[in-house]
């Protein structure tokens, strides 16, 4: 039998999945309740769902702090419950090409953000988030023994970012993330590697060409996706129903958003 879904904070996502939304989590056996609204709030909305033996789902960023974030995580973990992140920027289509257990030893990635775009929208700690989310998922990483970061500002306004991350398994990611009006539309340019394989893509959302050892390169076209969140909160309810780990698990962010405290560290 399929968990029975509610939404909480997120009246929007609620009519495009064709679900209930409520203002608080109830919660049981067999539950999952996807949490949204002000990101102050989602912690003890997503605390009081576990604590009541249920599922959640948290809407990126899943909280204020990775303090925050580590609290419910080890709640969940006393309760014996799921609880899993929409990616930052919705990458989950670019990934979704990538092989079972493959690992680049070397990431570039080039966000250029038009203004007033899908991408600025997203604001800098969701585009700091995506970039390092996307670099570590590729090096098969989390953990990262030297970190670089130099901005370049506009008055007091972040207008571009620069990363380079040496993760403890040796891979090696490049980052830069800037804002332009000098572009039509958001570009996207990411390249991962390994003796034998890469992996390209021009967009968040595929289309992607994967080249595995001995077998050449391959595009591999994505379906489009106008709703990576909905399409996120699909396959995590999958993996509820059939007793899987989260596709994008606390842990995952926990470790996205340590990383992104780190760099904001290093640009004040």
Request: glycine content about 10%; some cysteine; aromatic content about 4%.
């Amino acid at each position: 039998m399929p968990p029975h879904v509610t939404v909480v904070g997120a009246p929007d996502l609620a009519a495009r999945l064709g679900l209930p939304s409520t203002g608080a989590a109830s919660a049981g056996a067999r539950r999952v309740v996807v949490v949204g609204g002000p990101v102050e709030d989602r912690v003890a909305r997503a605390s009081h769902a576990v604590g009541s033996g249920a599922h959640a789902f948290l809407l990126w960023p899943p909280a204020p702090s990775a303090g925050a974030a580590e609290a419910l995580g080890n709640r969940a973990e006393e309760a014996g419950v799921e609880v899993g992140v929409a990616r930052p920027l919705g990458a989950t289509a670019a990934l979704a090409g990538v092989p079972d257990g493959w690992a680049a030893r070397l990431v570039t990635l080039a966000l250029v953000a038009r203004l007033d775009g899908p991408l600025a929208r997203a604001g800098w700690a969701t585009l700091l988030a995506g970039a390092l989310d996307l670099c570590a998922t590729l090096a098969a990483a989390r953990d990262v023994g030297r970190l670089d970061a130099v901005a370049e500002r506009d008055g007091r306004a972040l207008r571009a970012v620069a990363l380079a991350a040496r993760f403890d398994n040796g891979a090696y990611a490049q980052a830069t993330v800037r804002f332009s009006d000098h572009v039509d539309e958001d570009e996207v340019a990411l390249y991962a590697a390994r003796p034998g394989g890469r992996v390209e893509a021009r967009s968040l959302a595929g289309p992607l060409c994967v080249e595995a050892e001995g077998r050449g390169a391959r595009p591999v076209a994505q379906p489009p996706r106008p709703d990576a969140d909905a399409a996120e909160v699909d396959a995590f309810v999958a993996a509820v129903a059939d007793g899987r780990p989260a596709p994008y698990a606390l842990d995952d962010a926990l470790a996205t958003l340590r990383l992104v405290e780190r760099v904001r560290q290093r640009l004040r």
